[in-house]
């Protein structure tokens, strides 16, 4: 691990393109601004876990969940198209 020491309004450079800016110091707390391309996505550790986290959860879908969701689609589905062949009966 890097270890460097900045000031307030000191910069961090990373790469070309991803900047690391001290805002503010009060007390223990270090507020940074942070510019990077939007495709370089930028989070706090905690919330990068929990989207790790949720994306290992949702990719465990079993086939079971996948079928018991299907169903009540299916269902309306069917409900949709039989009202429309009705609906194109009666214009008959």
Not at 43 to 63: F, G, L, P
């Amino acid at each position: 691990m890097l270890v460097l020491s900045r000031q307030k309004d000191q910069t961090i450079m990373i790469g070309d393109n991803i900047e690391i800016t001290v805002v503010d110091i009060r007390g223990d707390k270090v507020r940074l601004g942070i510019t990077a391309p939007p495709k370089i996505p930028v989070h706090r550790k905690e919330v990068y876990e929990a989207i790790r986290r949720e994306n290992r959860e949702a990719a465990n879908v079993s086939v079971e969940d996948i079928t018991t969701l299907d169903s009540p689609l299916a269902r309306k589905r069917q409900q949709n198209e039989s009202g429309k062949n009705n609906h194109d009966q009666t214009k008959l």
